[in-house]
């Protein structure tokens, strides 16, 4: 495969292939330019996989209320959640204003929610 110069057909390729990306830089009012129906598939199984959860661990995501595709369906969910990430107050914020109440912050990093996480789901946890 060869990398392709002509702008036209680039553009002809991302319109009607499926491989393009799926998660780029933030901007609040960006459009999906690309691939929209793979975007709107992986949304969708986002919201079916939090609604069978029986609860949910947010690693390392910052709170940022405004991606709504994200926290929207966190704030609908029934189950608990729980925060491992530097801004703990802030979930916790987002949590009240959202009426989560049952949703914690647990650890700033993966490494110290580790012990924690297992705890929650009841199992050992061997630190090597």
Not at 29 to 38: E, G, I, M, Q, Y
């Amino acid at each position: 495969m060869k990398p392709e110069m002509d702008m036209r057909q680039v553009r002809a390729f991302c319109r009607s292939s499926w491989a393009a990306p799926a998660i780029a830089l933030y901007t609040p009012s960006k459009r999906v330019l690309f691939c929209k129906s793979f975007v709107d598939n992986q949304q969708k199984h986002w919201r079916k996989a939090l609604s069978q959860s029986a609860r949910v661990f947010v690693i390392g995501l910052r709170v940022h209320s405004i991606d709504h595709h994200i926290w929207q369906p966190l704030a609908e969910s029934k189950c608990p959640i729980f925060y491992v990430g530097r801004e703990p107050e802030d979930f916790a914020t987002w949590a009240h204003v959202s009426g989560k109440k049952h949703a914690r912050p647990i650890a700033q990093s993966f490494g110290e929610a580790l012990p924690v996480i297992s705890e929650i789901l009841g199992k050992p946890y061997y630190s090597y």
